[in-house]
């Protein structure tokens, strides 16, 4: 069930479902665009410089594993605590607390690597957290990765069981 404050603040914000779970709203797309050849050979196209949204998550879900190609950086908002877990190409797995409580191991910003698998949860049973993230050059769902969960244990079967609680299929 949602949240009251949490609904209030999708309303307010005019957030919407993010196909990874949670609720999101993009809120800057750089009006200049870096062209295909002036970019690596992973990207697929041109980007915008930069984009930046919205990304509120609630106790009761979570932003399943997937990837993209570019650096994310997670900005911590207000509500409880994110945990953002990362598992890098070679089967490196780190965790890092997004929120406002330095003494608690928190921090206000984290940067995912692009090409890192991560998910996030709210570290908490209760309540909802809202956060902002960014990413240069621009998102574009052609950098988006989300594989099944069958697909990432096998690639990773040392963090099957954090697989299983962080996919939905």
Same mark, same amino acid.
């Given at each position: 069930?949602?949240?009251?404050?949490?609904?209030?603040? $999708?309303?307010?914000?005019?957030?919407?479902?993010?196909?990874? *779970?949670?609720?999101?709203?993009?809120?800057?797309?750089?009006?200049?665009?870096?062209?295909?050849?002036?970019?690596?050979?992973?990207? %697929?196209?041109?980007?915008? =410089?930069?984009?930046?949204? =919205?990304?509120?998550?609630? +106790?009761? %879900? @979570? !932003?399943?594993?997937? /990837?993209?190609?570019?650096?994310?950086?997670?900005?911590?908002?207000?509500?409880?605590?994110? $945990?953002?877990?990362?598992?890098?190409?070679?089967?490196?797995? !780190?965790?890092? /607390?997004? *929120?406002?409580?330095?003494?608690? &191991?928190?921090? @206000?910003?984290?940067?995912?690597?692009?090409?890192?698998?991560?998910?996030?949860?709210?570290?908490?049973?209760? &309540?909802?957290?809202?956060?902002?993230? %960014?990413? +240069?050059?621009?998102?574009?769902? +052609?950098? @988006?990765?989300?594989?099944?969960?069958? %697909?990432?244990?096998?690639?990773?079967?040392?963090? !099957?069981?954090?697989?299983?609680?962080?996919? /939905?299929?």
């Amino acid at each position: 069930m949602l949240e009251a404050s949490a609904k209030i603040l $999708i309303d307010k914000l005019g957030l919407q479902p993010h196909p990874e *779970g949670g609720f999101f709203r993009e809120t800057y797309r750089s009006d200049e665009m870096i062209k295909a050849q002036e970019l690596l050979p992973k990207f %697929t196209g041109s980007r915008n =410089y930069s984009t930046a949204i =919205y990304f509120l998550l609630t +106790a009761d %879900t @979570f !932003s399943a594993f997937h /990837r993209i190609v570019q650096d994310e950086i997670w900005h911590f908002y207000q509500g409880e605590p994110l $945990i953002i877990h990362e598992i890098g190409p070679d089967g490196d797995y !780190s965790r890092a /607390r997004l *929120g406002s409580s330095s003494e608690n &191991g928190e921090v @206000f910003q984290h940067v995912v690597k692009g090409g890192n698998y991560f998910a996030v949860e709210v570290a908490s049973s209760l &309540g909802f957290s809202l956060a902002g993230c %960014t990413v +240069a050059p621009g998102f574009d769902f +052609a950098d @988006f990765e989300m594989p099944d969960r069958k %697909t990432l244990a096998a690639r990773f079967p040392q963090h !099957s069981e954090l697989i299983k609680q962080l996919t /939905r299929n």
